[in-house]
């Protein structure tokens, strides 16, 4: 007899829904806040050339070691803090969680932000406690403070700028929620090289503070290859819920490569920011909708009917995100990856005709 998996499978995962990931095939894909500049012809043939000689045979060393040198080289990683490596920023998420989950845990973060802190703690069975931002999309200390104090969060996750909302907190904020925090707090840079702001630096200044980030929005997103920062007495405890060899040999090799050339990526990004600019200035010309200021490689804006717009976006060979419904704050909202000036231009024109039909 089959077994039902409604018998077997929890309730609160069966009540769950699987991250959405729209397909793209034939689209101008700026949905996913991607780096859409490839590498070189010549940094792409260095590359071939590790996927040769790349021993696949073998487990990838468990502690990555000239991952990590080069990532405290170019990342101006302390000298008193540690690194601990995932699949992708997602994985040091769930570890963080499953080191401090149990029946009393409780996870914070400002919303709206990444969903995946919610669903890890979800996953975990520990308790998720969202805290939301002010109208204007600003972080409100005392209140976040006082939901710290209601509800005691093991941990609590601060996205700096923020997804989806684009913006970076006030820093002065973000300090007096570290200092009154009970337990971990966590500062997602995962959009840091295009905000030019990061907690990494003072890192040595509060005990209880880890920075962690994603190569993905750098260019490498294929990859899949997040870090955390933090002082070694957190590393090791967080250490110890990471898989075996959870970050494969190619990553490592390739990772390796590519940032030996760091270079080329930081100058993709500037370009990034550059079209950034030329896109919110370009969506702030257009009458009826609202484009909310961004320290990332995305626009937020709000248009008079998301449902429409999305659909419209998408008939005419463009895919971005819609928010609507995610949080009340996100109402009649889409998020626009920046992508290179010819999809960009595409999206505009796209953008603007769609809009045209709103009447």
């Not at 405290?72 to 401090?100: Q, T, W, Y």
């Not at 005691?152 to 700096?160: D, M, T, V």
């Not at 190619?250 to 100058?267: G, P, Y």
Request: net charge neutral; proline share 6%; charged share 25%.
């Amino acid at each position: 007899m089959a077994v039902d998996p409604a018998k077997v499978i929890r309730a609160d995962v069966r009540a769950m829904s699987a991250y959405p990931v729209q397909h793209a095939s034939g689209m101008v894909k700026l949905d996913a806040m991607e780096n859409p500049h490839r590498l070189p012809q010549w940094l792409r043939d260095e590359v071939a050339g590790v996927f040769r000689d790349a021993e696949i045979n073998r487990y990838p060393d468990p502690d990555a070691p000239g991952v990590k040198k080069i990532l405290r080289e170019i990342m101006k990683v302390p000298d008193c803090c540690d690194l601990i490596l995932g699949n992708g920023s997602d994985e040091i998420i769930s570890m963080l969680i499953n080191a401090v989950a149990g029946p009393e845990a409780v996870i914070m973060a400002v919303a709206p932000t990444f969903v995946m802190f919610k669903v890890s703690a979800v996953i975990a069975r520990a308790k998720y406690v969202g805290v939301s931002v002010e109208n204007d999309f600003s972080l409100s200390a005392d209140q976040v403070i006082a939901a710290m104090n209601e509800h005691r969060p093991a941990i609590l996750f601060i996205a700096y700028p923020n997804n989806p909302t684009g913006n970076l907190f006030d820093e002065k904020v973000i300090q007096r929620i570290i200092e009154r925090a009970p337990g971990m707090v966590v500062i997602d840079e995962a959009y840091h090289v295009f905000a030019g702001r990061s907690f990494m630096s003072r890192l040595p200044e509060f005990p209880n503070l880890v920075v962690m980030r994603t190569l993905s929005k750098l260019g490498l997103a294929g990859l899949r290859l997040g870090y955390a920062a933090a002082r070694p007495e957190w590393i090791r405890e967080i250490d110890k819920v990471r898989g075996p060899y959870n970050v494969g040999v190619l990553t490592q090799l390739v990772t390796e490569k590519i940032l030996a050339h760091h270079q080329v990526l930081e100058e993709q990004a500037r370009e990034i920011v550059a079209e950034r600019g030329r896109l919110e200035k370009a969506l702030h010309s257009m009458s009826n909708i609202t484009a909310f200021p961004s320290a990332a490689n995305f626009v937020l804006l709000r248009v008079p009917d998301a449902e429409k717009v999305h659909a419209g976006l998408r008939e005419r060979g463009v895919l971005v995100r819609s928010l609507h419904g995610a949080h009340p704050l996100l109402d009649h909202c889409l998020r626009f990856t920046v992508g290179t000036r010819h999809e960009n231009d595409l999206l505009l024109d796209a953008f603007g005709r769609t809009l045209a039909t709103l009447g």
